[in-house]
């Protein structure tokens, strides 16, 4: 059973969102690092990147195949998890610390199509 | 309304005429991730693909590989036919002993790649891959006319484990209780019998570029086997490994590295096909192509980078120009370093020339390698 966060905003495509002071820290949930297995690197964004609510942004990629990373919202990629080009495994371990980018978003009303956690957990298993 | 019927829908049908090993409940017990494979349900990783992978590497890994087809030959001209039909050479070859080789077509494309087996009595026993069964054995029927043989698909009686890494001799002089089995050299086998009289194959072959077996064995004592081998230490191995294991040591996989499309001589595995030979399906055309060259060879290429090449990425120039493509790639386990085999244009195939992997929007710098990425450890 994955373990799903209260408090976050979570994606069909199983991103999770934290919205802190108009920022979106952006990690994929625990559900997707166990679907995928080991993953063994992450292609990341630059910073200063703009990103659109839907659209592509970086992928992960675990032994067996690549996962494409979805924004769940718009913006400007503000920073970027540099440590996850090292340790790609921080994922597995700790899908919810991981975050992969954070984005200022340009449209928070682009949230609310986003799911809450109980919502989420009715898809992630 | 009481629902009496219910409709069936295209994954049903695919559910339906999906095929088990005699291992799939221990399968489901041990929690695998279970998938699709040539016909099979089969598993993928148990623990992770990285950990069975080191698994192997460092210690010993078991494979449940009972989907392999098993195919025997025999009568008076088994020889002669199964020289007709095999690229390799089988003519004096001792009983008890192996060959790896492929069956092409008149053209030079590939059936399958396979094992032959020479046998202590009469006659070879052909191991073949699980997706080709049916069409190995039709092409082994069709081309059979004019040879008193006997050729009989034997598949469905056969379980199958592979016992591999450095641990493996061990574990399989334990379960069997035979200090003989340290004797078996790299691509020969023993013949052992059970209380019952059934038959038992041991073989010192494997797909992982480490020591290792392959035993073929009735369900039962595959079932058997399994439950000692994991009881002793040895892990469960999926079929994720596998592919990450012999892509390392440089291995062929049918579908992937070998087709009807891609020939022995354009994956450089000329030395399998005895050119010498007297005759076999396919020769004219190999000698064809080692003489005036293929416009397609596989290679192996190192990327400058830990982006991983996937099967079906394009390989480039640095102007972008498509000169090939990526057949099977990984991040290495065991070299930790991203690596493919590509089939590209021959032009761009020496060893040190530079070519381009295009990954998602971007394109990745790489170099020509040799195909076996990783030193094996065979016993030889």
Excluded at chain 1, 90 to 101: F, L, M, Q, S, T
Excluded at chain 2, 20 to 28: A, F, M, S, V
Excluded at chain 2, 98 to 106: E, K, Q, T
Aim: charged letters at 30%.
């Amino acid at each position: 059973m994955s373990k799903v966060i209260e408090g976050l905003l979570y994606s069909e495509s199983h991103e999770w969102v934290k919205v802190e002071d108009g920022v979106a820290v952006i990690g994929v949930s625990d559900y997707a690092q166990a679907e995928m297995g080991d993953i063994t690197y992450v292609d990341l964004p630059s910073e200063g990147d703009e990103v659109t609510a839907g659209e592509e942004f970086g992928a992960l990629e675990s032994v067996k195949a690549s996962s494409e990373l979805y924004s769940p919202v718009s913006g400007e990629v503000v920073a970027v998890n540099e440590e996850l080009e090292a340790a790609p495994e921080r994922v597995n371990e700790d899908a919810y610390g991981a975050w992969i980018i954070k984005v200022r978003m340009s449209d928070e009303s682009e949230l609310e199509a986003l799911m809450d956690a109980t919502a989420y957990s009715a898809i992630a298993k | 309304m009481e629902k009496r019927y219910k409709v069936r829908t295209f994954d049903d049908a695919m559910d339906q005429e999906l095929k088990t090993t005699c291992l799939h409940d221990e399968h489901l017990a041990l929690g695998a991730k279970m998938s699709p494979f040539a016909g099979f349900d089969m598993p993928i990783q148990y623990s992770g693909i990285i950990d069975e992978h080191n698994a192997v590497r460092k210690a010993a890994g078991v494979f449940d590989v009972s989907h392999m087809g098993e195919i025997l030959v025999d009568g008076p001209d088994a020889e002669t036919y199964v020289n007709h039909i095999f690229t390799n050479d089988v003519r004096g070859l001792e009983p008890g002993h192996i060959l790896y080789g492929m069956m092409c077509y008149p053209d030079g494309g590939v059936v399958d790649d396979l094992l032959v087996y020479k046998e202590f009595e009469s006659g070879f026993l052909l191991v073949v891959n699980a997706a080709n069964i049916d069409k190995d054995y039709k092409w082994m029927l069709d081309n059979a006319e004019g040879f008193q043989v006997e050729i009989f698909n034997d598949s469905e009686s056969w379980g199958q484990l592979a016992v591999q890494g450095p641990a493996s001799e061990d574990a399989i002089v334990r379960y069997f209780g035979l200090d003989e089995l340290r004797e078996l050299e790299f691509y020969t086998f023993y013949d052992l019998e059970d209380e019952d009289g059934g038959r038992i194959i041991v073989s010192r072959t494997g797909y992982t570029g480490e020591d290792g077996f392959e035993v073929y064995a009735s369900p039962d004592n595959i079932r058997d086997m399994w439950a000692a081998l994991l009881e002793d230490g040895v892990k469960p191995c999926g079929l994720g490994c596998r592919d990450t294991l012999r892509f390392e040591a440089g291995l062929p996989l049918y579908g992937d590295e070998l087709s009807p499309v891609i020939s022995p001589v354009m994956a450089g595995l000329s030395m399998f096909c005895k050119l010498d030979k007297p005759e076999f399906i396919g020769k004219d055309a190999l000698l064809k192509q080692k003489a005036e060259g293929v416009a397609r060879k596989l290679v192996g290429i190192e990327l400058k980078d830990n982006a991983i090449p996937r099967a079906g990425y394009p390989v480039e120039l640095e102007d972008g120009t498509e000169v090939g493509v990526v057949t099977t790639g990984y991040h290495s386990i065991s070299l930790d370093k991203s690596i493919c085999f590509a089939l590209v244009d021959s032009a761009y195939s020496a060893l040190g020339s530079n070519l381009f992997v295009r990954i998602r929007k971007r394109v990745f710098p790489g170099e020509v390698i040799k195909k076996r990425f990783y030193k094996t450890n065979y016993k030889k």
